[in-house]
């Protein structure tokens, strides 16, 4: 059953990566978006594609470790996803990350994937001074291919190793 | 591991101990996740603690609603909006309500005396017992709170809790506060401000808010620890769980009732 959702997941990704290497002008290179705190940084907590790939785990983790164990100090939270992804409108407020075109939306609409995470998350940052939480750098990945905007001239090459990596959970179940 | 008792067992925390540092020397094997925690709250709820407070209930004064207020703020429940048309007795029966004022009058004498109800952080909580899915669970340091993840609202909880400690979310919510997420469909209830603790405060929202006020009727800290305000003035004073008789060894008590 896992080992099938693993599989499955994985050939997801590799449909879609593909789709995306075929259609040049129709989807943005990034979900990124402008003005959000997250385009002006070279790489996300850990290295985009492995997040692409990951997040879901991840954050199931470590809000399990948070909301269980009261650590709160994690490399993945969704309070950070919304920090440094929520873009601000012309007149200087957040726009919500499962708005419409937003961060989280375009993404999981693209892949009809329904986001549950904002009927009780907080979808904008909290107007206080910004935190310092969970910006750890990631490992000792090849930040050129692996950065936030990759674009189609310069597809994103990994090596065998760095695959294995990015695709560890999936190996593993 | 036993889940009756919080004492902490050395033990076991020693091996533990040896077992991270094992677990971080080994290579990680796919399909193992490994974070990093930072160190600031690295470590998370320790059962070498066990949150309480201690409520003078002469101190508290009648009419005052300042630690309802501050809850309602910390929690982001102020930021619920009435659903459109509802009647007002029907939405002050279903908003949440984590701290609620409760009056209480001596029948022969006619004394009449105030106090601040919260959930009491039972050491042996009913809510937990009942919960199907454990998403009403007690952390290590003796807060009870639910996972809002896992809870699927059938409200057994409310149901089996004797101080009606708890309140389900009827409605969408549109606004929340990052630290208190809710929404509808779910179960909450007082976490002794569980958040704030994580991030090395020592003192609740409904403290502070009291003390702001000069009433100074809550007492927040850890009841393990003998030096603690909070166990000092428990040693030296009468103090009482309401409903001591169903032995569920609470974390609130009360002074002068
Ligand atoms: S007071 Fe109620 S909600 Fe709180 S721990 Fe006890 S039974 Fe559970
Ligand atoms: S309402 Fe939620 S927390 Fe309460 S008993 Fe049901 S599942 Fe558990």
């Known amino acids: 059953m896992d080992r099938l959702t693993g599989i499955k997941r994985f050939a997801g990704v590799l449909v879609g990566g593909a789709l995306l290497l075929f259609t040049t002008g129709a989807i943005s290179e990034t979900a990124v978006t402008e003005g959000s705190k997250a385009a002006g940084l070279d790489t996300c907590v850990a290295p985009t594609a492995d997040i692409r790939r990951n997040h879901m785990d991840y954050l199931k983790h470590d809000r399990d470790l948070t909301v269980r164990k009261g650590i709160r100090e994690t490399q993945y ?17 957040y726009k919500p990350v499962n708005a419409e075109g937003q961060f989280c939306s375009s993404c999981h ?10 009927q009780c998350h907080r979808k904008t940052p ?3 001074s910004g935190s310092d939480t969970a910006m750890n750098q990631g490992g000792d990945f090849n930040v050129e291919s692996l950065g936030l905007l990759q674009s189609l001239d310069k597809p994103v090459s990994l090596s065998r190793d760095e695959l294995v990596r990015l695709h560890a959970t999936v190996k593993g179940d | 591991m036993s889940c009756n008792s919080d004492q902490p067992d050395m033990n076991r925390r020693g091996f533990l ?4 540092v094992a677990a971080t020397a080994a290579v990680v094997a796919p399909g193992i996740m490994l974070t990093v925690a930072k160190a600031s709250s690295e470590e998370g709820a320790s059962s070498a603690v066990r949150w309480g407070m201690l409520i003078d209930t002469n101190k508290c004064a009648d009419g005052c609603s300042a630690c309802v207020d501050a809850c309602n703020k910390e929690n982001g429940i102020d930021l619920m909006q009435r659903p459109e048309g509802q009647a007002d007795e029907m939405w002050n029966a279903q908003r949440p309500q984590w701290v609620r004022k409760v009056k209480l009058r001596d029948k022969q004498t006619g004394e009449v005396s105030n106090l601040p109800m919260m959930c009491q952080h039972c050491e042996h909580p009913p809510c937990v017992d009942v ?9 290590a340091d003796g807060i009870v709170m639910v996972d809002r993840h896992t809870c699927i609202g059938c409200r057994y909880c409310m149901m089996a809790c004797p101080y009606k400690a708890r309140s389900f979310i009827h409605q969408d919510v ?5 630290g208190a997420p809710r929404g509808k469909g779910c179960v909450e209830s007082c976490n002794l401000c569980a958040g704030r603790i994580d991030a090395g405060n020592s003192t609740t929202a409904c403290q502070d808010a009291c003390n702001r ?4 009727a809550i007492l927040f800290g850890d009841l393990k620890n003998p030096d603690s305000e909070i166990a000092k003035a428990l040693k030296t004073e009468s103090s009482h769980q309401i409903r001591a008789d169903l032995e569920l060894n609470t974390g609130v008590r009360y002074t002068n009732i």
């Open chain 2, 174 to 178: 549109a606004e929340q506060l990052t």
């Open chain 1, 77 to 93: 939270s969704l309070a950070e996803c919304v920090e440094c992804h929520a873009e601000k409108d012309d007149s200087g407020a």
């Open chain 1, 109 to 118: 609409n693209y892949v009809a994937v329904s986001l549950s995470c904002f």
């Open chain 1, 126 to 128: 909290e107007l206080k």
């Open chain 2, 131 to 139: 919960c199907p899915t454990g998403a009403s669970f007690k952390r």
């Open chain 2, 213 to 216: 006020d000069g009433h100074q």
């Open chain 2, 17 to 20: 101990g040896k077992t991270v």
